[in-house]
C-alpha cells in the first residue's frame, strides 16, 4: 500500500543504489515473473500470510433457537479442539472459537474461501448431527471487511442481547489467549484480528457510557422473575423463596443482581462444595445455604423460583423428573434456565403449575435496554469503524509485504552483479 510503501521508502531506496538503469528494469521485470517459494520457517509463515482473508461462520440468538445452539456449544475447554478440527480438513489455514450461551461463532483464515466454508459448514454438521440444509437456514457467514466488521462489535457488546454487556469482552479475551496458546490455530492474520477487536471492545467501554449501568444475561434473568412473580406465582418476588442449581461464573453474577436487590438468602444446589462455600465467603450478607445434587429435588419442593445455570449436557429439570418427585400440579412454581446446552427441558412447560423460562425469553426484557443504550450505540460504531478500518490497512499492508521483500531481493542481486563488472 502506499502508507507501507512511505514507511519504508528509504530502504527500498537503499536496495537500488548504486545500480545501472537496465539492472533496475530487469529486477522490475524479473518479480512479476513466478518466483520459486522460500524454504526458511520465516519466509515460509510470510508466504503463508499472503492471500489469506478473514471469515465467520456461526449463529447466534438473533439467528437461530437455542435448540440450535446447544447443538454446537463448546466448553472452552475444547476451543482449541475444536480449531484444530477445522484447520485439518485442509482448506482453512488458521481459526478460533467463540462459544458462549448466546452465540457459537468460527473465526477463520483461508485463501480459498469456497473449499474453507466447505470445510467449517462440513465441521459443524458433524458435530451437531444436523444436515447442512437445516444448519444454513441458522447460519450467518460473513467474509473480508464485513466479517472483521462483525467482530469488531462482538468485542464492543453492540451484537449481544444486552447492549454494553462486559462478560462478552472476557469471552473474546479468552478467545484470543486460547488462538495464540501452543495447540491453539491463530497464525498472523488471526490473532491480529482478535487482539484489535479486544482493544477495540476496551476503548468502547472506557470512551463511552454504552456499559453504564448495563446488564447481563443472570441480571436480565433476575428481571425477568421480578417482573413475573405476581403474574405466575401469585407472590412478590421479595417473598419468593429462591434457589440456583449450579455453582460457577453465572450463579456468582445471579447472586451479584440479586443481592443489589435485597436478597436475604437464597439455596444452591450442586455436585460439590468448594464453589458453593467460595460464594459463601464471597457474599457474607447473604444467607447462602448449600446442598448437593441428591437434595435437589427437595430444594426444587421448596422454592418458588429455581435459576439452573449448570455445564451440563443433558437436562437437570424435565417433566418426567417432576412428576417422578411429586411436583407436578402443586403449588406454582417457575424455572429460569441460564444455560447453553438448557438444563431445562422444554416438555416442562406442558406441566400446568410450571412456568419455565431459556435465554431466548429474555429478549423481551432487553428491549429496553436497547432503546436506552441508542446514542451510546452510535458513538461506539464510530469508534469500532476506526478499529476496523486500522486493522483492514494493516491486512492490506501485509499482502504487500511479500512482493517488496521480492523487490528488494533482485535488486540486490544484480547490484552485485553490476558491482562485480565494475
Known amino acids: 500500500t502506499d502508507a507501507f510503501v512511505s514507511q519504508h521508502g528509504a530502504t527500498m531506496s537503499k536496495a537500488f543504489l548504486p545500480t545501472s538503469g537496465t539492472a533496475l528494469q530487469v529486477a522490475a521485470e524479473v518479480v512479476t515473473s513466478e518466483i520459486k517459494p522460500r524454504k526458511t520457517r520465516e519466509e515460509r509463515l510470510e508466504a503463508a500470510s499472503k492471500g489469506l482473508q478473514v471469515h465467520v461462520v456461526g449463529l447466534s440468538i438473533h439467528h437461530a433457537e437455542v435448540e440450535v445452539r446447544e447443538k454446537l456449544a463448546v466448553p472452552e475447554c475444547d476451543w482449541n479442539q475444536a480449531s484444530n478440527d477445522i484447520c485439518s480438513r485442509g482448506a482453512v489455514a488458521e481459526a478460533a472459537v467463540l462459544s458462549t450461551c448466546n452465540r457459537f461463532e468460527v473465526y477463520y483464515a483461508a485463501s480459498d474461501p469456497h473449499a474453507a466454508m466447505a470445510d467449517v459448514t462440513k465441521y459443524l454438521a458433524d458435530r451437531s448431527g444436523l444436515p447442512v440444509s437445516t444448519l444454513r437456514k441458522n447460519l450467518f457467514m460473513l467474509s473480508g471487511e464485513d466479517a472483521v466488521w462483525h467482530v469488531m462489535r462482538v468485542s464492543g457488546g453492540l451484537d449481544s442481547l444486552i447492549v454494553g454487556e462486559g462478560q462478552i469482552l472476557s469471552q473474546v479475551r479468552q478467545c484470543y489467549l486460547h488462538s495464540v496458546e501452543e495447540d491453539g490455530c491463530g497464525g498472523k492474520v488471526l490473532s491480529r484480528l482478535l487482539n484489535n477487536a479486544l482493544a477495540a471492545g476496551k476503548r468502547v467501554r472506557s470512551e463511552t457510557a454504552i456499559s453504564k449501568g448495563s446488564v447481563s444475561i443472570s441480571s436480565a434473568a433476575v428481571e425477568l422473575s421480578e417482573m413475573l412473580a405476581m403474574d405466575d406465582l401469585q407472590l412478590p418476588f421479595s417473598e419468593s423463596r429462591l434457589a440456583v442449581v449450579g455453582a460457577g461464573k453465572m450463579t456468582r453474577l445471579l447472586i451479584t443482581h440479586l443481592a443489589s436487590r435485597g436478597l436475604e438468602k437464597i439455596i444452591i444446589v450442586n455436585r460439590s462444595l468448594g464453589r458453593p462455600k467460595e460464594l459463601q465467603e464471597q457474599f457474607p450478607d447473604v444467607d447462602i445455604e448449600i446442598k448437593l445434587m441428591d437434595d435437589l429435588w427437595d430444594v426444587v419442593g421448596r422454592s418458588d423460583i429455581v435459576y439452573t445455570a449448570t455445564s451440563s ?110
Open 313 to 422: 449436557e443433558d437436562y437437570v429439570i424435565d417433566e418426567q423428573r417432576l412428576e417422578e418427585n411429586g411436583l407436578a400440579g402443586g403449588r406454582p412454581l417457575m424455572l429460569v434456565d441460564i444455560s447453553v446446552p438448557r438444563n431445562v427441558g422444554e416438555d416442562c412447560k406442558n406441566i400446568p403449575n410450571v412456568k419455565a423460562y431459556n435465554v431466548d425469553d429474555l429478549k423481551a426484557v432487553v428491549a429496553r435496554n436497547t432503546a436506552m443504550r441508542q446514542k451510546e450505540m452510535i458513538e461506539a460504531e464510530n469508534l469500532l469503524r476506526e478499529e476496523t478500518q486500522a486493522y483492514v490497512a494493516w491486512r492490506e499492508a501485509l499482502s504487500a509485504i511479500p512482493t517488496i521483500n521480492q523487490l528488494q531481493e533482485r535488486a540486490n542481486a544484480f547490484r552485485e552483479e553490476e558491482l562485480k563488472r565494475c
